[in-house]
Antibody, heavy 119, light 110 residues
Framework: QVQLVQSGAEVKKPGASVKVSCKASGYTFTSYGISWVRQAPGQGLEWMGWISAYNGNTNYAQKLQGRVTMTTDTSTSTAYMELRSLRSDDTAVYYC????????????WGQGTLVTVSS | QSALTQPASVSGSPGQSITISCTGTSSDVGSYNLVSWYQQHPGKAPKLMIYEVSKRPSGVSNRFSGSKSGNTASLTISGLQAEDEADYYCCSYAGSSSLKFGGGTKLTVL
């Protein structure tokens, strides 16, 4: 069965960086993309961007351009999301989700990773 | 990029039907039949309920249906059940491999 398993919770200081991992299993990793979606406490879902696991092409949300990098390691079927220059409003649960590359819907989700930014 | 517009809350009694709207623009919802809907219970990851406007993934109840007219997509839940109480989010392709979510709608089953 398809599973996306994310790394554990993180606590970071303002200005630091965080890197969250998402290990996929149960399907051919390179046939889909991985998207990252975050949810601040009590708020809605925010699309951060996505990466094609087939060729590594990326597209990031405009507001995060320059601070976010998404990568994949096809040898371990793992996707990574790094966010730099963290601010308090980056505190959120970060989800990875499998993306169907033709219709851009998220059919499987990771369990979420809480990233807390606090001094 | 503005989020898609959803009502903050809707409610209905068990057995009734409700509809949640999702309004975008001619650059996103209006241009592509690539609208999806997600259900999220508190403390849980979202779950795909509808994709490509009106298609249901395997395992999702046929009480859930989707449609689109112009720049507005809609999710209808018929025969409301207590377990349907959750937050619902729409999402649309917005061109150039970008996506945007709606602000979310809290469904209360009375």
């Amino acid at each position: 069965q398809v599973q996306l398993v994310q790394s554990g919770a993180e606590v970071k200081k303002p200005g630091a960086s965080v890197k969250v991992s998402c290990k996929a299993s149960g399907y051919t990793f390179t046939s889909y993309g991985i998207s990252w979606v975050r949810q601040a406490p009590g708020q809605g879902l925010e699309w951060m961007g996505w990466i094609s696991a087939y060729n590594g092409n990326t597209n990031y949300a405009q507001k995060l351009q320059g601070r976010v990098t998404m990568t994949t390691d096809t040898s371990t079927s793992t996707a990574y999301m790094e966010l730099r220059s963290l601010r308090s409003d980056d505190t959120a649960v970060y989800y990875c989700a499998r993306v169907e590359p033709k219709s851009f819907h998220f059919d499987y989700w990771g369990q979420g990773t809480l990233v807390t930014v606090s001094s | 990029q503005s989020a898609l517009t959803q009502p903050a809350s809707v409610s209905g009694s068990p057995g009734q039907s409700i509809t949640i709207s999702c309004t975008g623009t001619s650059s996103d919802v209006g241009s592509y039949n690539l609208v999806s809907w997600y259900q999220q219970h508190p403390g849980k990851a979202p779950k795909l309920m509808i994709y490509e406007v009106s298609k249901r993934p395997s395992g999702v109840s046929n009480r859930f249906s989707g449609s689109k007219s112009g720049n507005t997509a809609s999710l209808t839940i018929s025969g409301l059940q207590a377990e349907d109480e959750a937050d619902y989010y729409c999402c649309s392709y917005a061109g150039s491999s970008s996506l945007k979510f709606g602000g979310g709608t809290k469904l209360t089953v009375l």
